[in-house]
């Protein structure tokens, strides 16, 4: 008789996480990945990436079902490339969050991910892209933001860190959008009350998957609710402080195979 698996499904976020620094995902994740797979595990990636920025990752890893994307506002269908689910964040709205921050902080930098699977990130003068490799198009001004629909907004600051601008922008923004921090440099708004654990409980729904057994791998504050929505949270050696006070485990660091490392000892 087959032994039960510990968990039917496992959310990895990405940067930070499964990916390694130069992007790529090391042989022994894969291996690890494909060794839960065998014994009946599905695999969920779960990302503040916009769909367009997941695509060729997805590849990467094989995978041609489903994936949470842009911090739960999407939901992607990898193998029809198509939204299955999305939320998108109002243009005014965000417009109004921005004016509000800058009145208690001063001059921040926007940049705004498009809906939609072909949609652009799009970046004000000003704003430096945290993550080099993931392609953006400068436009010559900030209306030029909130040309089509937005999934989310990233901000940034000259001065501040990117805790006290994300505690100052919570203060401030109320209902108006749902701020997280889901990387250096990486400072968000997204549409109010969408989280990673939204957009992975609508996927896991669908797939039949309930969340008391999941087991989630995160690093940063945007990767809290996910943990809470799942039966066991896993946070990498180097993730922030907030993530690992709400861990039920804390794993190596993603250049040391953290997701491995639990992988195979839970699917061993």
Not at 40 to 59: D, I, K, Q, S
Not at 191 to 213: M, N, Q, Y
Not at 220 to 227: I, K, L, Q, S, T
Request: hydrophobic share 45%.
């Amino acid at each position: 008789m087959v032994a039960p698996t510990p968990y039917s499904l496992i959310a990895t976020d990405l940067d930070g996480t499964l990916l390694r620094a130069d992007d790529t995902v090391s042989e022994r994740s894969l291996a690890a990945l494909a060794r839960a797979a065998r014994a009946g595990a599905r695999h969920l990636v779960v990302t503040g990436r916009p769909a367009p920025r997941v695509r060729p990752l997805l590849g990467d890893l094989g995978c041609t079902g489903l994936a949470v994307c842009g911090q739960g506002a999407q939901v992607y269908d990898a193998g029809a490339d198509r939204l299955l689910w999305s939320v998108t964040l109002d243009r005014d709205l965000a417009e109004t969050a921005l004016g509000k921050i800058e009145a208690e902080v001063g001059q921040v930098y926007a940049a705004v991910d498009q809906d939609g699977v072909d949609g652009l990130t799009l970046i004000e003068p000003g704003y430096r892209m945290p993550h080099p490799t993931l392609p953006a198009l400068r436009v010559g001004r900030r209306d030029d933001l909130w040309r089509a629909p937005i999934s989310k907004v990233l901000l940034r600051h000259h001065a501040l860190s990117d805790d006290e601008l994300a505690a100052t922008a919570r203060a401030v923004v109320g209902s108006l959008a749902t701020v997280t921090m889901s990387g250096p440099g990486t400072v968000e708004l997204q549409p109010c009350g969408v989280t990673k654990a939204t957009g992975l409980a609508l996927a896991a729904d669908r797939l039949g998957l309930s969340p008391d057994r999941a087991v989630a791998f995160g690093d940063m504050p945007n990767d809290v609710p996910m943990f809470d929505w799942a039966a066991h949270g896993v946070a990498m050696a180097d993730a922030h402080p907030e993530l690992k006070a709400v861990a039920d485990e804390i794993t190596s660091s993603n250049e040391d195979d953290g997701v491995a490392v639990v992988l195979e000892r839970l699917f061993g």
